[in-house]
């Protein structure tokens, strides 16, 4: 073959594969063109809030329905559907049972889930470790606050006068941090329960029903910013990973702990402020459409909106991914069983 039908032949072959090339490209579907992302157009997505209205939780979740139809291929609706009680149990158990299981589900469900579920607290009719973790808002040390009128300004005077604490239900997440207080540092908080929302037990404790209860810092400077700058609440302790920047002389219960042992079982109950506001959807969700939304829930708790409109009614967004959470989660569930049979004994479970 000579030169010239050489070069020939080599055009040929080259315009052939450029050929094949742009007809591979002009016909590979777009990641808005696949079957996952085409199955959510004109559909509705239900987010499930496991607390009543007016809450942080509740809150945020509509805000989420706002901003995350954005990210999801075909912008289906998304609506918020509370779904409180039983110490947000409830939810929960639905989430992993009765949720639909394709996609058009998803929740935010209580931290306090997956160290309930280790507590074998009751009712519980789930694994934490088989959902399908979307990420969290981010970490959130949970406090013991006490309304101004207790005459009580720190933990130590709450070991030595009875403090009536508000809740939802027995071993819901907001008491597990009081029951185990009580039993550890000796402190006499006398709990009730019985109240159906968190904003319930606000609202109980501003009438003077209750004089206590644990709470989300977040949640407080969200909610009752007031409670704060009017000095209407004192904080006696907090839980978490570490000391909240916003209160740099709150002990946490970790430092508060006698002994190693104390430690870890405070450490472990300090899982649930960990996760903050977790997002979840059901086991045995596709895998495509898994992707997907875990992918629009990360890109909503950067976007620039959504940002704009959590500071406004001052919570802090610290996003986790979806591993994070999962691995947060693991860790709850697969704690020593022998710390976990002392929480049980601290909070009053007996062992089944």
């Known amino acids: 073959m000579n030169v010239q039908k050489t070069g020939i032949f080599v055009s040929a072959m080259l315009a052939q594969l450029i050929c094949c090339a742009f007809m591979f490209f002009a016909v590979r579907p777009t990641a808005a063109e696949t079957p996952a992302a085409q199955f959510y157009k ?6 499930i809030t496991s607390t009543g209205v007016g ?29 409180p009680g039983g110490g947000n149990v409830l939810a929960t158990n639905y989430m992993f049972n009765i949720a639909p299981k394709d996609g058009t589900a998803i929740a935010t469900i209580h931290s306090a889930m997956p160290l309930q579920q280790v507590l074998d607290a009751g009712g519980i009719r789930y694994d934490s470790d088989r959902f399908n973790w979307l990420g969290s808002t981010g970490p959130q040390n949970e406090v013991i606050i006490v309304w101004h009128t207790a005459g009580i300004r720190t933990i130590e005077q709450a070991t030595k006068k009875q403090i ?12 597990i941090l009081p029951m185990v207080v009580n039993d550890l540092l000796g402190t006499k908080f006398k709990i009730v329960t019985g109240y159906r929302t968190s904003e319930d037990v606000n609202l109980g404790m501003e009438r003077g029903e209750v004089q206590a209860r644990a709470f989300s810092i977040d949640s407080i400077i969200s909610q009752h910013p007031d409670w704060f700058t009017e000095h209407k609440v004192a904080v006696l302790c907090q839980s978490g990973a570490k000391r909240d920047r916003r209160l740099p002389n709150v002990p946490l219960v970790t430092e508060l702990a006698k002994n190693d042992e104390q430690r870890q079982i405070f450490k472990l109950i300090s899982s649930a402020p960990a996760l903050g506001q977790p997002y979840v959807a059901p086991p045995g969700l596709p895998a495509d459409r898994l992707a ?35 691995q947060i989660v693991h860790e709850t569930t697969r704690a020593p069983p022998d710390i976990v049979a002392k929480a049980k004994a601290a909070i009053g479970i007996a062992e089944r």
């Open 292 to 326: 997907i939304l875990r992918d629009a829930f990360a890109a909503t708790l950067k976007d620039k909106g959504f940002l704009a409109d959590a500071a406004k009614i001052r919570f802090t967004i610290d996003p986790l991914t979806a591993d994070a959470v999962a």
């Open 55 to 83: 809450g942080t939780y509740d809150v945020i979740a509509r805000l989420v329905a706002r901003y995350m139809p954005h990210y999801i291929p075909g912008h289906p609706t998304m609506i918020v559907q509370n779904m």
């Open 42 to 47: 004109g559909k509705t997505i239900t987010l």
């Open 164 to 175: 009536i604490l508000g809740g939802t239900g027995a071993g819901a997440g907001i008491v």
